[in-house]
């Protein structure tokens, strides 16, 4: 049976740069594969690789409770920080802004209980993800150094931005804003790590995390909103790409890795991301909701490790290059044939449209409300 490499299941990535349009920030999830480190956007081949089936466990209906986090001295080699166990997540910290550590304590937690039930139910990991948020770019840079060595100069070109490998996203101070977004973003990355038995494919993965990035917190209060639609800066991206007529071709969107778009400058990567964040809504809820089953079918058979058998017994799936391609470098059309439609050309057509709608009729009050922006 062919099975896909549990060690690519966020992504199978070795470099990645997503890029905020407003704030220019960039993340980098990595999955380690053997030796080398792997990211949401500069991406390695995987191998496709077979392993044991794991018990998937069942989401109660029930409410995820939220503990009260214990806390307790953290040190790493030169490291001296906290380190607090909130159950669902584990965060290590050198952050120096008392307020902004107590939000992120409060933060974590709530977007781990988003992850489980924003699109499909799903099971909380079996080893919950660590998260290491530093005070300043120097120590995440210096950890970087430590830890990855090998790796850490194609880090260092990052400007502000972080990065996640075996279910560990690391991060650093980025304001009271930022430092959420990216988190929830990168933490996406570590979920599905340490969660998913195979790996979504890298249009799909890097949407959902875009997804993830909108939430709100009102004033005074320890409670958080997460408002997909909710996002200035992927909306602000994908109106103004299709206002200079710079979108990707959904085929290009599909078929290449994020860097790739690089090559075109920076502006051609910021416009990846937003079409990806565009294209989850599209699954989402777009078409009256014509590909909301599919959407939930190819979660779950990530999650329970079942995307590879049913691409190879697939009448629909492509031909087997398309397959191929899926299985070895989670790109490609494969995935959309099978779980989607297995008329490409009228999936593009379609969510061609649903862009267009909702940068040439959508409306900022909508999206400053976390309202789909086209009524």
């Known amino acids: 049976m062919h099975r896909l490499s549990r060690s690519t299941s966020a992504c199978t990535l070795a470099l990645c740069v997503c890029a905020l349009a407003a704030l220019g920030w960039a993340t980098a999830c990595a999955s380690k594969p053997v030796a080398a480190p792997s990211a949401t956007t500069l991406q390695v081949p995987a191998s496709a690789t077979a392993k044991t089936a794991r018990t998937v466990v069942a989401v109660p209906d029930r409410p995820v409770t939220r503990l009260a986090p214990i806390a307790k001295p953290w ?115 570590a979920f599905t790590q340490a969660n998913f038995e195979q790996p979504l494919p890298v249009w799909l993965e890097e949407g959902i995390a875009c997804f993830m990035e909108g939430s709100r917190r009102l004033r005074g209060e320890s409670n958080v909103e997460f408002m997909p639609w909710r996002n200035f800066e992927r909306y602000s991206e994908l109106r103004d790409a299709q206002a200079r007529e710079r979108l990707i071709p959904f085929e290009s969107l599909i078929a290449e890795y994020p860097q790739s778009f690089l090559e075109n400058g920076r502006s051609a990567l910021l416009t990846y991301y937003a079409q990806v964040w565009a294209l989850v809504h599209f699954l989402n809820e777009g078409m009256e909701g014509k590909y909301r089953a599919g959407l939930e079918r190819v979660l779950a058979h990530a999650r329970d490790g079942e995307i590879a058998q049913t691409l190879a017994q697939s009448r629909h799936s492509g031909n087997r290059g398309e397959r191929r391609q899926m299985l070895a470098r989670q790109l490609g059309p494969a995935v959309i044939r099978e779980y989607f439609n297995p008329d490409l050309a009228q999936f593009a057509r379609e969510y061609d449209a649903y862009v267009l709608e909702l940068c040439t009729k959508g409306s900022w009050e909508r999206v400053f409300r976390g309202d789909r922006p086209s009524s």
């Open 75 to 189: 040190e790493w080699k030169t490291f001296h920080g906290e380190e607090y166990d909130l159950g669902s997540a584990m965060l290590r910290s050198t952050l120096r802004d008392p307020m902004l550590r107590d939000r992120v304590i409060d933060f974590l937690p709530q977007m781990m209980a988003n992850y489980r039930t924003a699109l499909v139910p799903l099971a909380a990991p079996r080893d919950a993800p660590v998260f290491y948020i530093f005070g300043t770019r120097n120590e995440w840079m210096s950890f970087t150094r430590l830890r990855i060595p090998n790796e850490a100069a194609t880090y260092e070109k990052i400007g502000r931005g972080g990065y996640t490998i075996e279910g560990e996203s690391v991060l650093y101070d980025l304001g009271r804003f930022d430092t959420f977004t990216i988190a929830a973003h990168e933490g996406w990355h």
